[in-house]
């Protein structure tokens, strides 16, 4: 089965920047489109961006859109989200899950494994 776990959250001032990592278990990672997700408290979880499982193919809502980039490395099993320019309203739980498609979807449904999480905080 497959296995995700992420790292590299923690605090970090307004203006700076985090990568997080999302590690699998398994060697074949290469067919799956990797998604991450935010969940703050009080809030529903939401999409922040996605990787296609070539990496041809990314997307990214508004409200990261050229602060946030997703990348993957298919030979080390391992997805990346580089966060820069953070602001205090990215603060929550990042989460990598991988989808059942290849290709990117926006519904939260389609990703079938989900790793546990890691704390991202931006505050002075």
């Known amino acids: 089965q497959l296995r995700l776990v992420e790292s590299g959250g923690g605090l970090v001032q307004p203006g700076g920047s985090l990568r997080l990592s999302c590690a699998a278990s398994?060697?074949?990672?290469?067919?799956?489109?990797i998604g991450w997700f935010r969940q703050a408290p009080g809030k529903e979880r939401e999409g922040v961006s996605c990787?296609?499982?070539?990496?041809?193919?990314?997307n990214y809502p508004d409200s990261v859109k050229g602060r946030f980039t997703i990348s993957r490395d298919n030979a080390k099993n391992t997805v990346y989200l580089q966060m820069n320019s953070l602001k205090p309203e990215d603060t929550a739980v990042y989460y990598c899950?991988?989808?059942?498609?290849?290709?990117?979807?926006?519904?939260?449904?389609?990703?079938?494994?989900w790793g546990q999480g890691t704390q991202v905080t931006v505050s002075l």
């Open positions: 398994v060697v074949t990672l290469d067919r799956y489109a």
């Open positions: 899950a991988a989808s059942r498609y290849y290709y990117c979807s926006g519904n939260i449904p389609a990703y079938d494994y």
């Open positions: 990787i296609s499982s070539s990496g041809l193919s990314t």
